[in-house]
Each structure stands twice: as C-alpha cells, then as structure tokens.
C-alpha cells in the first residue's frame, strides 16, 4: 500500500473519532473514540473483502434476533465464547489473595428462586446425590452468619430449570443462608458437563473454528452477607473431562471442588436424609468487605 492510500485510511480514523470529542460524558466519549480506534486497527489489521463483511453484519443481526429476552441471551453467549466476559469479570473484581475467585454469571439464572432450610434437597429430579457443605467466612477466617447462597445448577440431562419446560418450577434452585458459626450445607445431585445452546451463530462460529461446545460440570453460587463484596462464582467438578477446555473460559483452579464418595451409614448420611451412598464436596468461601 503507497504512502498516501495508508495516511488517508489513517486521516479517516482520526476524522470518526473526532467527531466523538464533543460528547458530554467523559467516559462516553473515551469508550466511543477507543472503540472507533480499535475497530478501525481490526479492520486495517485483516482488511476484510465486502462479502466479509457482510457476513458479519449478518452474524451479529442474527445474534439480536435469536435472543428472547427471557432465557437466550445470545449476545452473552457471544461475549462468553470469545474470552470476553471472563475478561470484564476480572477487571471488576479483583481481589484480595485470600478471597474466593469469582467467574462468569452465565445466562440461565432466575430470581425469586425457593427459600430452602440447611442442607435441604433442591433436586426435584433424579441424578447421583450429593452433598455440598462449608462454610462462609471473611479474609480475616471470622464466620459471616445469615449470609445468603443464591444456588443454581443443571439437572442430569444437561439443562437448567426454565430452560427445560420438564423441570419443575425451582428444580435445582434454591436460596439457601449460612448458620451463626457461618457453616452451609445444600444437598442435591452431582452436576453434569453440558453443551452451550448450539443451534444459534455462536454455535455456528464454534463449529467452523474446530471448538466444542461443552462447558464442565459445575454449581454456580451468588452469595451475598451484609457489608461484604457479593460474590459470583462457580464450583467446578475436579474429575470433569472438560475442565481444561471450557467453551466460555471461566474455569480457576481455585474453584475446582474434589468430591469424595460417602457411604450411607455415615454420619453426614443420618443428618441430612441420605438413603444410599452419595458424593460430599467441602468448600469454604472467603468475602471481602464492601
């Protein structure tokens, strides 16, 4: 490319951004100048043909359209799939060494989900049982009593409650709080790897770049306690063939929970109602203050 060809490419960036500079919010105008300079780079960088891009008008039309407002929500998936909301996640919640990792939020939570007693059964489904327990506590090891652990996860079959109209209502859910010495205790069943929604263009994009669309079995957690930082995260099944492969990135060594096999003459089999042999997995999460 001659030298002039390249300056004017290069004057026209400068021209779309400038013509950002009198917006009043500062931070609108730093995202909108930054965004036209960094489009502008991919767009310098790849030099797509006309059909190209087209294409890609297209991919994102259809991104909008598949999305329902409800459940779908393609374009987090989207976000999800390029590495993108694990990025966002962590530039807004750095945190203190000791305190517990958070990951992405996914697509498939519902609020207002059952008030449950400790280590009441949320699995109105069948599948292995298990028993997750722990407890929440602050960085300095002190118990956070009465904090609440917003509780989610898919059934056996691979799909969250809401998503699959077979499910009862709150299969699965659940808001569950941590007792005065700050311990917890949900029990239901094991969680199952499960495929991303595939049939959308984001599973096409998957598809025709040679990734799966699995993401490893996993419980997910929003847990909040007065005067402390919320907390979203994940706990990730240590044995999952897909942990080293997530399809939205969102796995942290930090959040992988080894469960071990308990019989059902065992202590824990009494207190909370196991009949047959079950799977325990201990956790302890760590809060920041606000």
Known sequence: ???????????????????????????????????????????????????????????????????????????????????????????????????????????????????????ENMALTPGEPALVHGYVRDTEGRPLAGAVLDVWQTAANGMYSGQDSAQPHGNLRGRYRSGADGAFAIRTILPVSYPIPGDGPVGRMMAATGRHIFRPAHLHFMIDAPGHQRLVTHLFNAEDPYLASDAVFGVKPSLVLQYSRQGADSPLAKRFGFDSDFHEGLYDFVLPRA
């Open 1 to 119: 490319m001659n030298t002039a060809i390249q300056n004017a490419e290069t004057a026209l960036t400068d021209t779309v951004a400038a013509a950002f500079a009198p917006t009043p919010d500062p931070r609108l105008r730093q995202l909108m100048q930054s965004l036209v300079r960094h489009l502008h780079a991919f767009v310098a960088d790849v030099e797509p043909t006309e059909a190209e891009w087209m294409a890609a008008i297209r991919f994102l039309t259809e991104t909008g359209q598949i999305c329902d407002g409800a459940v779908r929500q393609e374009f987090i998936l989207l976000s999800d799939t390029l590495g993108v909301s694990m990025l966002v996640d962590a530039i807004n919640h750095r945190k203190p060494g000791q305190a517990t990792e958070s990951t992405v939020f996914g697509p498939f939570y519902m609020a207002g989900m059952p008030e449950r007693e400790t280590g």
